[in-house]
């Protein structure tokens, strides 16, 4: 289905195998409508997404609502199937395995949700919830399993007494505890962490990055840290890649993207955020207005043609609407002062400037 | 309808000592308890804090929004423009709502009725407030909803809720809200439902219009980033108290309260690099066990024995704009100097 493959940035062609290698992933949702509800349409939610992401190590997925960054999340995981693409994680392709690997497989991949009070069955006692995936996996029973929930809720900062109690007897930040602590039940390798500070309040959120953090440093985590909140993303990841209708338009190391931002979007993704300090108020101002005009956000499933940005473009306008924005998809290109550095634009990268 | 504005207050909206108690099985849940803080005409107060400090009540009470019983409000007045809106007639306090106070909440989605035309949703604001003849309601529709920039309006006003993004449905709502040529919005979380980029729009469209209206905005939100693009003043909320209040400048170059400094302390930024985040401990007491004295004392390192006594909201020294910086803490004074001799 693909038709161009797009290029991968020059750092993931390192000689050392990274812990996740995705490469080309496609994931395509059948639109149906009508009386007999035939597929009218295709919504690109993963369109050609390509990353690496070493041991230990923290990959930011960013961008704002249908970019597709949850879908990415997973669909590695093949909690949803691909409709293209590989994932290799420790030697094996997530996305062909057949279902007995994929078992062992998931032991090492675990995810934790936005929602600390929608991914946590209010049924199950805290000890179920935590242990239900070494029971599930044969790895505990009886006083050992007793032992090593207790041992993990510690983990996160939890008391065993929590054992015995429902969800609904804890605050948010204790739920996403809960919900790390079964992550971390099976010592997996890699977690990806779908929004996981979304739903939690400021004080509540710096103690789960905080915990995070520390499980990270204690126990050689890989993270791919997936939020729409730039600030958490900064302070966590090793590496970013900024989503936008699908693929990735930018990625870099976490200091080159918020230091030297290239790619247009992500310059008025990051100008967009409001700063908290009142005095930058009137300086920032005029970047926010260089803003589109109109709400409507391109959906993924009417990607338009060219540049998926370009409609909403401020380069776009400044240039004068070059035609190669309207017809041709850029490719994500590594820059040549910084081959770590990859943009998706025919205009923001400095040999593109140059040749230009 | 309106009388004239008191010349003698300068204030548009003065909240004193309000108290507003929900009954449960637990007890009385203290959401409000004895807030105070005043908003001047033109401009815009912001009251900030986390989950369940209070900061939504304060906002429903002002508008009498709180389902009664279990709600109750125990004591204080709500003056505006002269008059005390929690012993105002329920005709008068009808013709209040929606037309000199307006409202926008966090989820545009779920406050548009799905079943009509924006159009219709925003003619009804009009014609229940506004004695204006029924041909001119559509011009008058198509005006506010120019007001707030929708593109192509035209179009968009015979168009239902759920054709729109979050972002539009947000202007639409404050197309409602503005309807009636309100003097004060209150706007509950405006943003927090919407992308940043939409977000950044929308923060620009308030203030667009402030600046165009001169009406007053009481601003409801958790967002520090948010207080510091659009407040004049801040009011710190904690477990239904105000903990500390000063200029939106002073607040942010200043914060005094522990809870204040933690806050910001916990807040990964996006402009900078920082270490490890300095995490409030702990998490907001149920409104129904608040401790006694001061209510952070539990979640504060400086807390002492003083602390089991209520601290009162005092003023520091005039600062800025001749508004005066206040905050509840017995400690201040020597966190400050703690935190002075940290940088020094």
């Not at chain 1, 609502?65 to 093949?78: D, E, F, H, M, Q």
């Not at chain 1, 940005?309 to 002062?337: D, I, N, Q």
């Not at chain 2, 009406?215 to 004049?232: F, N």
């Not at chain 2, 005094?256 to 400094?261: A, F, G, M, Q, V």
């Amino acid at each position: 289905m693909p038709a161009t493959r797009p290029a991968t940035p020059a750092a993931n062609r390192k000689s050392h195998t990274p812990l996740l290698d995705v490469h080309d992933l496609f994931k395509h949702f059948p639109v149906r409508g009508g009386l007999l509800s035939r597929v009218r349409n295709q919504l690109k939610a993963v369109d050609g997404v390509s990353f690496s992401l070493g041991a230990g190590k923290t990959l930011g997925l960013v961008g704002e609502s249908g970019c597709g960054k949850t879908t990415v999340g997973r669909t590695i995981l093949r909690l949803i199937p691909a409709t293209s693409g590989s994932v290799l994680f420790e030697g094996h392709d997530v996305l062909s395995v057949d279902r007995h690997t994929l078992r062992n497989l998931r032991r090492r991949m675990q995810i934790i949700f936005q929602d600390p009070y929608g991914s946590l069955n209010p049924r199950m006692t805290v000890q179920q919830i935590v242990a239900e995936p070494l029971y599930v996996h044969g790895m505990a029973k009886g006083q050992v399993l007793r032992d090593e929930v207790s041992a993990l809720l510690k983990q996160v900062g939890l008391r065993a007494e929590a054992m015995n109690r429902y969800p609904h007897e804890f605050s948010g930040g204790q739920r996403q505890r809960i919900g790390v602590a079964r992550a971390l039940a099976l010592k997996p390798a890699f977690i990806v962490c779908d929004e996981p500070t979304s739903a939690l309040d400021v004080s509540i959120r710096a103690q789960i990055i905080n915990l995070l953090q520390d499980l990270q440093q204690a126990m050689g985590l890989s993270y791919l840290m997936i939020s729409h909140d730039l600030g958490v993303v900064r302070h966590i990841s090793d590496e970013v890649a900024v989503m936008y209708l699908g693929k990735i338009v930018e990625q870099a190391s976490t200091e080159a993207l918020y230091g030297d931002p290239r790619h247009p979007y992500t310059q008025v993704l990051l100008s967009a955020i409001p700063v908290p300090d009142p005095k930058l108020r009137a300086s920032r101002a005029p970047r926010v207005r260089a803003l589109d005009r109109d709400d409507n956000v391109p959906s993924p499933i009417n990607v338009p043609a060219g540049c998926a940005f370009h409609p909403r473009c401020p380069l776009y306008a400044a240039k004068g609407r070059p035609v190669e924005c309207r017809t041709l998809m850029p490719e994500l290109l590594p820059r040549k002062s910084d081959r770590s550095h990859a943009v998706r634009c025919h205009f923001t990268d400095d040999s593109a400037m140059a040749g230009g | 309808m309106t009388p004239p504005a008191a010349t003698a207050s300068p204030a548009l909206l003065e909240v004193d000592n309000l108290r507003t108690y929900f009954a449960t099985d637990a007890g009385d849940a203290k959401a409000v308890d004895g807030v105070s803080f005043s908003i001047g005409a033109g401009k815009t107060l912001a009251v900030v804090g986390e989950s369940g400090c209070g900061k939504t009540v304060t906002a429903l009470s002002i508008l009498q929004l709180i389902p009664q019983p279990p709600g109750r409000f125990v004591t204080g007045t709500i003056r505006f423009d002269g008059r005390d809106l929690l012993r105002l007639p329920k005709h008068e306090l009808r013709a209040i709502r929606g037309g000199s106070i307006a409202m926008i909440f966090q989820e545009p989605g779920t406050s548009l009725n799905p079943v009509f035309t924006v159009g219709r949703q925003i003619a009804e604001a009009i014609r229940l407030h506004r004695k204006l003849p029924a041909s001119q309601v559509r011009d008058e529709v198509l005006r506010c909803l120019k007001a707030v920039q929708v593109s192509d309006p035209e179009r968009r006003i015979d168009q239902y809720p759920h054709e729109m993004s979050g972002g539009m449905k947000q202007r639409v709502m404050i197309a409602m809200a503005l309807s009636c040529n309100p003097k004060l919005l209150i706007a509950d979380e405006p943003t927090t439902a919407v992308d940043v980029t939409i977000q950044a729009r929308i923060l620009d469209l308030l203030r667009d219009i402030q600046a165009d209206r001169g009406m007053a905005i009481l601003l409801i939100t958790h967002d520090l980033g948010v207080v510091a693009e659009l407040a004049d003043e801040v009011v710190v909320m904690y477990a239904g108290k105000v903990i500390e209040r000063a200029t939106a400048e002073e607040l942010f170059a200043n914060p005094r309260h522990p809870y204040t400094l933690g806050l910001f302390a916990s807040l990964p930024r996006v402009d900078q690099k920082q270490g490890r985040l300095q995490a409030i401990e702990g998490s907001v007491p149920a409104a129904t066990r608040f401790p006694e004295g001061c209510r952070f004392r539990e979640r504060c390192r400086w807390a002492g024995a003083e602390c089991q006594q209520e601290p009162p909201l005092v003023a520091l020294g005039k600062v800025g704009l001749g508004q005066e910086h206040q905050v509840a803490c017995w400690k201040h004074a020597e966190i400050a100097a703690a935190n002075a001799a940290i940088v020094a």
